[in-house]
């Protein structure tokens, strides 16, 4: 009995949530076809909630709450592992509830049949009926593609090209991505309405590498998180120095992480009496870095995090000399307008998406020369009144990116793919 209640309890929860999902779907059907209302359901890939977030979870999270905000005639299916184990663990909080559906069913610990074998049929065969009763009309994918067992379950799709490493530094990539790339890429592209591309720079290199149309591809910059706007008095992690440089991504080589090693050594030598932190985890093919990491004459100047937490951004930010993202390539790069944002003078590179982004803000080096990456990091440091407008000019810059504006463009982007009116404007550029 102890076993036998709390699994008819986990069908019974099932056995409503299929019926009200046949209820839902109706009444969809009848605001649309019977009363006129301008109605679409949209089902997004969400598993990068269920990781440590990084950009790309960070992107879809800002997103979707400011898409939750609006009241655009869209409802929203958010898709991750519908059934989960007693041993996993409940999922992180949804960013929104107005218009945001989110489907779990948690198998109880006293479950009465074996557990792996009925998380295996739940998975394989009832979330997919699930998925196919939602009906969308569109498919949402802001990680770059849907997975092929996903596209059945929507009539197109809408996908959020980041960056095309993948395609311009293959090398930098790791084989996992790239295998997932290219497995489930060009179909996703193949079946997509419309492309969301979040600069200019990622949109001229779908154009070159990709060889797709310009009406297909449509830009929607990034917003600035409002955990970052004006004044946050978080504090970042403890025991850190009181001076330091930071750099702030994944540690892989197209993050320049050589570049900033490279160029701190020569600060160190020229006077610079600060830190070096590094923040991010370790990517693909790092061989190089962390040899020159070890090897580094200034070794014991640099510190290693692996993973911060994000309420802890904002000191991290604000209590640097300066921020260092000399990267090669960048679909958007976000620490720029966080680091902003928090008044964090900004060195970063003349190419790609940076100064699509910073602006005026940021000082532009060459990411190919340490040398220049030093220069701009001494020529900081030693003029405090250069250091105040950069401060200033960022905070105005940063300021100037809005999720909402971001979701006003991708809502018209999905309308439009959903077959609904577009009333408004489908691209977003500060």
Not at 33 to 61: N, Q
Not at 177 to 184: C, G, I, S, V
Not at 299 to 305: E, S, V
Request: charged share 25%; aromatic share 10%; glycine share 6%.
């Amino acid at each position: 009995m102890k076993r036998i209640q709390p699994t008819i309890r986990f069908f019974a929860n099932l056995l409503r949530d299929i019926a009200g999902t046949l209820a839902g779907r109706w009444r969809r059907f009848h605001r649309r076809v019977v009363l006129g209302e301008d109605i679409a359901s949209v089902g997004v890939d969400v598993y990068p909630f269920f990781e440590k977030m990084t950009g790309v979870g960070w992107y879809e999270w800002n997103l979707l709450a400011a898409l939750d905000r609006r009241d655009d005639g869209l409802q929203f299916n958010l898709y991750a592992h519908t059934f989960l184990a007693p041993e996993e663990p409940m999922t992180t909080v949804m960013p929104g509830f107005k218009s945001m559906r989110f489907r779990l069913h948690h198998l109880p610990s006293e479950f009465l049949f074996p557990v792996g074998p009925t998380v295996v049929v739940l998975r394989r065969v009832v979330e997919p009926l699930l998925r196919w009763l939602d009906g969308n009309d569109v498919l949402f994918a802001p990680n770059f593609f849907m997975p092929k067992n996903q596209l059945a379950f929507g009539q197109t799709v809408v996908a959020t090209v980041h960056d095309l490493a993948f395609k311009v530094m293959p090398e930098t990539v790791n084989p996992e991505t790239l295998e997932a790339l290219h497995d489930n890429l060009l179909e996703t592209l193949f079946r997509s309405e419309r492309l969301v591309a979040v600069s200019d720079a990622t949109a001229g290199d779908i154009y070159e590498h990709l060889g797709l149309r310009k009406n297909r591809v449509r830009v929607v910059h990034e917003g600035l998180d409002p955990s970052f706007a004006g004044e946050n008095d978080s504090a970042p992690p403890e025991d850190l120095p009181p001076h330091y440089l930071l750099f702030l991504s994944t540690l892989e080589p197209r993050k320049n992480v050589l570049g900033v090693l490279r160029a701190f050594k020569l600060v160190v030598e020229w006077g610079y009496s600060g830190h070096l932190v590094l923040v991010g985890r370790w990517g693909w093919h790092t061989e190089n870095i962390r040899k020159e990491l070890e090897e580094s004459p200034v070794r014991d100047r640099i510190i290693h995090l692996d993973y911060i937490e994000r309420e802890q951004l904002p000191g991290l930010y604000r209590e640097s000399d300066a921020l260092l993202f000399p990267s090669w390539m960048e679909g958007f790069g976000l620490p720029l307008l966080e680091a902003m944002a928090c008044g964090t003078p900004v060195v970063t590179s003349g190419c790609s998406a940076m100064p699509e982004v910073a602006g005026p803000a940021a000082i532009y080096v060459d990411p190919a020369s340490p040398h220049g990456i030093a220069s701009a990091i001494s020529t900081l440091m030693e003029d405090d009144d250069h250091r105040k407008r950069l401060s200033d000019a960022g905070k105005k810059r940063a300021a100037r990116f809005s999720w909402d504006e971001a979701a006003a463009a991708t809502a018209q982007i999905l309308r439009q793919a959903a077959g609904l009116t577009k009333i408004g404007e489908d691209e977003y550029r500060v």
